[in-house]
């Protein structure tokens, strides 16, 4: 069942959205070569809870930390660890809050030093797409409206998309309905409407689409080993379109 929020919710949600941006924001400015993300991770333990709210992946199926984590090849759901950071790395973070009973939910992923040509082209290609998907998500259109225009986007620039992890509805729960896929046809899905609100998160390969999951039943991994980047927002549909709850 999808919930549609109230403008009081929304009010709310803007607030849990607003700490997650900050969270990532400061995460975003201390990726730099030698760091672990292990201490990136105590980073945002600390600033969430200076701003009395709660980790949101923290337990969450018993998921062992605050935030996610994703080096080069690892997809999504890395774990923080003793993992040093290198010149050259690309990074994807994951990281969610709850405040005031709502979920603000975001991803990026970012460059550590100075990094390939190649490398920047993917993660530029796979946040433009984000972007593609958020136009579509106002009153009238269809879910797979986002799904399509992301997709399109990202084969149309060389690049696979995911299709075994997909974005969500989310409120007071982090994953509710509907599933939002980054791929599919245009035209199909239910129609969207005001007060809907949802996470909309992009997976794309540099190689081939296929994933898997590795032994911590956690971190997952291109097949192929080659690079992949995520980027994610939560955006509430309103009467004048997408209004993006988690922007940096």
């Known amino acids: 069942m999808i919930i549609l929020k109230s403008p ?77 950071l290198l010149e050259g790395d690309i990074v994807g973070v994951d990281a969610g809050v709850v405040y005031n009973g709502f979920i603000g939910d975001m991803a990026f992923t970012a460059g550590v030093g ?39 986007y990202v084969e149309r620039n060389g690049f696979s998309i995911v299709e075994q992890y997909v974005g969500h509805g989310i409120g007071r729960q982090l994953h509710e309905d509907p599933q939002v896929p980054n791929y599919g046809p245009a035209g199909c899905g239910p129609i969207l409407k005001e007060g809907m609100t949802l996470a909309i998160e992009p997976m794309v390969n540099a190689g081939a689409f296929e994933v898997e999951v ?15 980047a995520h980027f994610e927002h939560t955006i509430a549909i309103t009467a004048n379109g997408p209004e993006i709850l988690t922007k940096i």
């Open 8 to 84: 009081e919710e929304i009010k709310l949600m803007r607030e849990s959205g607003r700490i997650t941006a900050e969270l990532g924001a400061l995460l975003k400015e201390n990726i730099k070569p030698g760091v672990t993300t292990l201490a990136l991770d105590d980073l945002a333990a600390s600033f969430i809870k200076k701003k009395n709210a709660v980790a949101a992946f923290l337990g969450y199926r018993g998921y062992p930390k605050s935030v996610c984590f994703s080096v080069n090849e690892e997809v999504v759901h890395g774990i923080p660890k003793n993992r040093v």
């Open 114 to 152: 100075k990094i390939s040509a190649a490398a920047q082209k993917l993660m530029t290609i796979t946040e433009q797409s984000l972007y593609q998907g958020i136009e579509q998500a106002k009153p009238g259109n269809r879910l797979g409206d986002i799904s399509h225009a992301v997709q399109e």
């Open 214 to 228: 590795l032994n911590d039943d956690w971190t997952v991994v291109t097949k192929d080993r080659k690079l992949s």
